[in-house]
């Protein structure tokens, strides 16, 4: 291992006592200079929910997370109940400010609220009830396998992605709306009707916590908007002609309307509970919320956030650069006011996190994710074991919506070991693949790379990334960056913080970096295999087996 730091450190450090607050926590509120000040942040995830309370200096003070259900009704689909999403932030938002009001600190003290969730994912609503129509329909959901194959061979379907920057595929939430429209009776109705309600995960929570119906806020964030297929990459507005070739009329359907990802006054305020009144500043799809909470403000910068998915976001400026090898452009954040929206490149990889719990949940081979390294490191390498895990077809950068999960290279030998490092390898060699395109589609090598997100507490997995890209991975100790993201956009709305340079000692302290120890030629060996074994999984399943086959 060539760590700089050799402690695993704790995601949750000790909270900071109120009377230490230092000189840098101060900040300003309307003219007034604030002695403490504290954010809060909620983090909508694809498995678990969690608020956090952040100090100044970007520490969490308070937090509670909550895992919720998964649903797998058929094979390939995935789905959320949707009331029960807004159960779980409503319950961690409760438990997290009465932690912190029992640490004797003030409620009044939390100047704004920021927002950071799963992005693709749908969900749909009656405008009159507010009742959803159907389960939310999850971002790794594969089951318009079909359609996507329909729609590709569709006029026009080659120029989307120079106008809203994603590739037709099972990602991007427009082909689950088209999915419902054509396959649940009471969507289409409500649709045909004028009273369907469209929203990302983003708007359905701000629709509810600003009170439902009777407050009727109906919005979304320029980040969230720009993985739906609806929004023009270049305006930064719905797209006539996307949603023309989408076949949707817009007197029909209620699209949020897209605001910048840090804002004063379109967010609304908490409708109730402990922190009633508190207003909602900030909103970002969390992919986006990583990049700013890693302070990725400059262009040429870039973090991998290993969650249930991986998700590479490389800030290339106020400019949109449409990929030419299998990225996808998207607007990194919009932080408003006189800024322009900045633009990222991004790979997507659909399996990290999940090929971990998929060894857990599904073979036994662990009883929780962090047993996963102990188990890799049961032997010295992957034993000739290479392992795609394209349970949901493979993303970035390759895009094979055909592929299954599919373990090559098993011998008599093969251990339990073999196996877990052939997972964790999978994500990194996917990584690897990604930074190859962006150096392609960038002109730019990159030095470093900033990493978070639950897959990143594993010191062999972030190891072995490094060995694979060649250069460093580099670690915070606080690994909560989605939510600090969510927050620091939140606080710059209310002004705590005006310039980028003024978050310049936030989560700096304490950071790991994993650099490269083995030799460029074994790298690129075992890089070679890993492409072979994409090639090979191509075309396991004829154009006639697509839906519902296993
Ligand atoms: P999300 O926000 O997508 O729900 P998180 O960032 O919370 O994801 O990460 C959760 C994922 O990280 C899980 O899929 C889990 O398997 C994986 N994970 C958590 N801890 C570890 C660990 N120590 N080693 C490897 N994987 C881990």
Redesign the pocket.
């Known amino acids: 291992m060539c760590v700089e730091k050799v402690a695993e450190s704790s995601t949750n450090p000790e909270p900071i006592p109120k009377e230490n607050v230092t000189e840098s926590q101060e900040s300003h509120l309307n003219g007034k200079k604030l002695k403490k000040f504290y954010i809060g942040s909620i983090d909508q995830?694809?498995?678990?929910t969690r608020f956090i309370i952040f100090d100044g200096l970007g520490q969490p003070v308070a937090q509670h997370q909550v895992e919720f259900t998964q649903k797998y009704p058929e094979s390939g689909w995935h789905e959320h109940d949707p009331k029960e999403i807004v159960t779980s932030v409503r319950e961690c938002i409760e438990k997290a400010a009465k932690s912190f009001v029992d640490q004797g600190h003030d409620i009044l003290d939390i100047k704004a609220i920021g927002v950071t969730n799963?992005r693709e994912t749908i969900v749909v609503w009656d405008t009159n009830t507010g009742e959803p129509l159907y389960n939310a329909i999850a971002w790794p959901d594969t089951r318009t396998k079909g359609l996507v194959r329909e729609l590709k061979s569709q006029m026009g379907a080659d120029k989307l992605q120079e106008i809203c920057g994603l590739p037709l595929s099972t990602y991007p939430s427009s082909v689950k709306l088209i999915w419902l429209l054509r396959n649940v009776k009471q969507v289409r109705k409500a649709y045909d009707e004028g009273r369907l309600s469209f929203g990302t995960i983003d708007t359905w929570l701000l629709y509810h916590l600003n009170g439902g119906s009777a407050k009727n806020v109906h919005v979304t964030d320029a980040t969230n908007a720009s993985r739906t297929m609806f929004m023009n990459l270049w305006t930064v507005q719905y797209d006539d002609g996307l949603l023309r070739f989408f076949g949707l009329d817009r007197e029909k359907i209620r699209l949020p309307k897209i605001v910048p990802s840090s804002c004063p006054d379109s967010f609304g305020a908490m409708a109730s509970g402990l922190l009633k009144g508190i207003r909602i500043t900030g909103c970002l799809g969390?992919q986006s919320a990583a990049l700013v909470g890693q302070q990725g403000f400059s262009p040429g910068s870039a973090k991998n956030?290993?969650?249930?998915?991986c998700f590479l976001l490389y800030n290339v400026g106020e400019k949109p650069v449409i990929s030419k090898h299998g990225l996808l452009a998207t607007i990194a954040y919009d932080f408003g006011r006189s800024r322009k929206p900045v633009y990222a490149l991004e790979g997507s990889i659909a399996v990290a996190?999940?090929g971990?719990?998929f060894l857990m949940d599904n073979l036994g081979f662990i009883t929780h994710?962090?047993k996963?390294?102990e188990l890799a490191a049961t032997v010295d390498h992957n034993g000739g074991c290479v392992f795609v895990t394209a349970f949901s077809g493979l993303f970035a950068p390759y895009w094979i919506d055909d592929a299954k999960g599919t373990i090559f290279g098993i011998t008599q030998h093969t251990k339990r070991g073999h196996i877990a490092r052939a997972t964790l390898e999978a994500t990194c060699f996917q990584t690897k693949a990604i930074l190859d395109a962006m150096e392609l589609d960038s002109g730019h090598k990159l030095a470093e790379l900033a990493v978070d997100?639950?897959?990143s507490?594993?010191n062999l997995?972030m190891q072995t990334q490094a060995n694979i890209i060649g250069i460093p991975a580099d670690r915070p100790a606080m690994r909560e960056t989605?939510s600090l993201g969510a927050a620091i956009a939140a606080g710059f709305a209310v002004d705590i913080w005006k310039e980028f340079d003024e978050l310049k000692e936030i989560n700096r302290k304490d950071r790991m970096i994993f650099r490269p120890n083995i030799s460029k030629e074994e790298s690129a060996k075992m890089f070679k295999r890993w492409r072979r074994a994409v090639e090979m999984c191509r075309g396991w399943l004829d154009a006639d087996e697509y839906d519902g086959d296993f």
Do not use: A, E, L
């Not at 956030?305 to 998915?309: A, D, M, P, Q």
């Open positions: 995830g694809t498995t678990s799963q969390d956030t290993y969650g249930t998915g996190g999940s971990v719990k994710p962090h996963i390294s997100g639950g897959m507490n594993s997995c989605t």
